[in-house]
């Protein structure tokens, strides 16, 4: 049962989240989609700021991804797709956020805490005696054991 | 030396604490996004107009003086909130550029009719392409720029008298200035 059970968390975690992208806006050549499809899970939507824009059902966020896919028509490497929505909208849209004075914190602090909870605890269990040994038994206890057996 | 271990939190908590409430006092809506385009110039473009209208709007028509460009649409329900504020500040003689965004031409010229046109002149952005390279995510949105077309401000919230009195009118003073 419970290897049941995560199997099936599992298989819902890798599933991944729901895609908004509808049929009429893909393009027609499988591999210029694929990237498109790429591209758009690196960026965020301003509207709703939690999802990729792939993932917005925004009707603002639709025409981001019109402009995307566009512009991979029109033979636009991945990099200038990327540029181009990072030059009008900042580092915000990109959810992949680039590391630098202002993301420092960002990007710093979950190894930083990582490592000063390691610290913490190395000292904390450290400090603390080993287990104590449990006193031995008194012979009225070792007789209510036995009578349970 | 123990001491301090138990003080440590105490400081810590006390340093999110000021970290979190400075913002929510100083009443900044973290739903806004900063623009890359403040002081950068307008993007190049040209929108034709309302049927009916002479004008539409290009980058062209946003330089020589400060002016307000205001994206607006009449699906837009902050718009019409907004809509007393725009008029105000027409009656000022404050010169409104307008990017009618994804809109019908039928429903722009009802919400016109209904509400006031403000705006010196209107593009239509039928797809929202301008509307993308202003870096507009939404709207209303609303762009002060200075004489040589340079973005020079920008609110993504619908405009109240207030933010005319504090923020928008000095601004618009401080720039015809310069």
């Given amino acids: 049962m419970r290897a049941a059970l995560a199997v099936l968390f599992i298989a819902v975690g890798l599933a991944g989240s729901a895609v908004a992208v509808e049929p009429d806006e893909m393009l027609q050549d499988p591999a210029q989609e694929a990237r498109a499809e790429a591209i758009g899970r690196q960026l965020r939507c301003p509207v709703c700021k939690t999802e990729s824009i792939e993932e917005s059902d925004a009707d603002f966020t639709k025409d981001l991804r019109k402009v995307v896919r566009e512009q991979i028509a029109a033979g636009k490497t991945d990099a200038q797709v990327l540029d181009f929505m990072h030059d009008r909208y900042g580092d915000f849209i990109l959810l992949r956020p680039p590391f630098k004075p202002t993301t420092w914190a960002l990007w710093l602090a979950p190894p930083a805490l990582l490592v000063l909870g390691g610290i913490f605890a190395f000292f904390m269990t450290r400090r603390r005696p080993t287990t104590v040994d449990a006193a031995p038994l008194t012979p009225a206890e070792q007789a209510a054991v036995e009578a349970l057996k | ?178």
């Fill in chain 2, 1 to 178: 030396m123990r001491r301090l271990i138990f003080i440590a939190p105490v400081l810590v908590f006390v340093g999110l604490v000021v970290y979190f409430a400075t913002p929510l006092l100083r009443g900044t809506d973290p739903s806004l996004i900063p623009s890359p385009l403040i002081d950068k110039p307008v993007p190049a473009f040209d929108l034709p107009p309302l049927p009916g209208y002479q004008k539409g709007l290009s980058s062209a028509d946003l330089k020589g003086k400060v002016q307000i460009v205001n994206i607006f649409a009449s699906w837009c329900v902050p718009c019409r909130a907004e809509a007393p504020a725009l008029m105000a500040l027409k009656g000022m003689n404050v010169t409104i550029r307008g990017i009618d965004q994804k809109d019908r031409p039928e429903d722009a010229l009802e919400f016109l009719n209904e509400l006031g046109d403000p705006y010196a002149s209107i593009g239509m952005d039928i797809d929202r392409k301008v509307s993308i390279d202003w870096g507009a995510y939404g709207a209303p949105e609303t762009f002060i720029v200075d004489a040589e077309g340079r973005i020079r401000y920008k609110q993504a919230a619908p405009i109240t008298q207030e933010d005319i009195d504090d923020t928008i009118l000095p601004l618009l003073k401080k720039l015809a200035a310069q």
